[in-house]
């Protein structure tokens, strides 16, 4: 029987870090290579900016994972900045910006959960679906500003948050909650 540790030792330590290596690996060369294909055939059409946000959801998947294994405070948040580490460490095309990135999306998935630790352990559709809501704008608008997306026309500006955020509540939300309901049919966890 699998257990759920709100505690931090050594087991949900390694956890964590081996939920965020893995993602940290299938970010890399998993959803970034998709993304520079899809990118690259949208060029044309003047809409690739908008790529930038079809797929976002894909790389906040470590944070409710790691959540969900170890359900307590900043867990998410570490597995998460393991992934973009991990990410960059192996070669991720955006070098040391993704630890920041990965560090304020992991953080801001939390909030669906901080503070009370009930959510946390009962990692109910509610606090997955806030939580990618809230990491959506902790991806959003950072990358606003640090890639110039404010000098694009405003009806574009307008279908990349709607996209970016279509895509953190289907696969940071709905995607992640599916996985972890998975879970639980074939673990049967309990949680302490």
Request: aromatic share 16%; net charge positive.
């Given at each position: ?51 930038d946000n079809i797929f976002t ?76 809501f809230f990491a959506n704008l ?53 949680t302490k």
């Amino acid at each position: 029987m699998f257990t759920r540790s709100s505690k931090w030792n050594v087991k949900s330590i390694i956890l964590v870090a081996l939920i965020g290596i893995i993602m940290g690996v299938i970010y890399t060369y998993g959803f970034n290579n998709v993304y520079n294909l899809v990118k690259l055939s949208f060029l044309p059409t003047g809409y690739a900016p908008v790529v930038d946000n079809i797929f976002t959801g894909l790389w906040y998947m470590a944070a409710p994972l790691a959540m969900y294994f170890v359900p307590t405070v900043g867990s998410g948040t570490i597995g998460e900045l393991i992934a973009a580490t991990v990410e960059m460490a192996i070669g991720g095309q955006w070098g040391t910006l993704t630890i920041l990135e990965g560090l304020i999306q992991g953080a801001t998935n939390e909030i669906g959960f901080f503070p009370k630790k009930s959510r946390y352990e009962r990692f109910s559709w509610g606090s997955v679906l806030t939580g990618a809501f809230f990491a959506n704008l902790g991806g959003f608008i950072p990358s606003y500003f640090i890639f110039g997306w404010s000098h694009y026309r405003p009806s574009l500006q307008i279908l990349m948050f709607i996209t970016s955020m279509i895509s953190s509540l289907l696969f940071d939300g709905v995607l992640v909650k599916l996985i972890t309901n998975l879970f639980d049919k074939a673990l049967k966890p309990k949680t302490k």
